[in-house]
T-cell receptor, first 112, second 117 residues
Framework: GQNIDQPTEMTATEGAIVQINCTYQTSGFNGLFWYQQHAGEAPTFLSYNVLDGLEEKGRFSSFLSRSKGYSYLLLKELQMKDSASYLCAVRDHNQAGTALIFGKGTTLSVSS | GAVVSQHPSWVICKSGTSVKIECRSLDFQATTMFWYRQFPKQSLMLMATSNEGSKATYEQGVEKDKFLINHASLTLSTLTVTSAHPEDSSFYIC?????????????FGPGTRLTVL
């Protein structure tokens, strides 16, 4: 089966850096995705990792270690608008249609 | 990025009625679409995988006779909630996989909020 763990909540202040961790267990790993979801809205794609290492994309970076079943999303220069839920999702090629399996999400609150 | 639309955005219906939700990929062809359900403060739960021209694959615990999925074309999938009950009230989100995009990334529709009275 699959299991994805991430912290439930995190808080940070404007301008700071925050790291959201995600650990996963899956039988047919085929990529890890991070999505951002604001309350009442659909998730929007942030990043994708399939090989080990760091992927940088502006203020957001994502890291993957396949041997450890571990990823993190790094958010720099935090802004109030970054307050949202961040979803870690794993693609499993054993899953029909290679659907994404989501973690429960980490709610990030950014204060001034 | 690719655009996925969903209609309606929200719907309120009486218990026992059926509701149809449409999911369209606007600027790409999606052979595979996915339907998720999200309850308040919880994560997305995959309901089913919809494949164009074939039957949907349902996740364990999801009643296929209650949640009817039709993927009639490469740009349209529909989810019909039949004989809806208050416990079916939820946020329903579809996604479509863009085979021409980065790593077959899934793009999500804006979601449909269903309230069953």
């Amino acid at each position: 089966g699959q299991n994805i763990d991430q912290p439930t909540e995190m808080t940070a202040t404007e301008g700071a850096i925050v790291q959201i961790n995600c650990t996963y267990q899956t039988s047919g790993f085929n990529g890890l995705f991070w999505y951002q979801q604001h309350a009442g809205e659909a998730p929007t794609f942030l990043s994708y990792n399939v090989l080990d290492g760091l992927e940088e994309k502006g203020r957001f970076s994502s890291f993957l270690s396949r041997s450890k079943g571990y990823s993190y999303l790094l958010l720099k220069e935090l802004q109030m608008k970054d307050s949202a839920s961040y979803l870690c999702a794993v693609r499993d090629h054993n899953q029909a249609g290679t659907a994404l399996i989501f973690g429960k999400g980490t709610t990030l609150s950014v204060s001034s | 990025g690719a655009v996925v639309s969903q209609h309606p955005s929200w719907v309120i219906c009486k218990s026992g009625t059926s509701v149809k939700i449409e999911c369209r990929s606007l600027d790409f062809q999606a052979t595979t679409m996915f339907w998720y359900r999200q309850f308040p403060k919880q994560s997305l739960m995959l309901m089913a995988t919809s494949n164009e021209g074939s039957k949907a694959t349902y996740e364990q615990g999801v009643e296929k006779d209650k949640f009817l999925i039709n993927h009639a074309s490469l740009t349209l999938s529909t989810l019909t909630v039949t004989s809806a009950h208050p416990e079916d009230s939820s946020f329903y989100i579809c996604s479509a996989r863009d085979p021409g995009g980065l790593a077959d990334t899934q793009y999500f529709g804006p979601g449909t909020r269903l309230t069953v009275l």
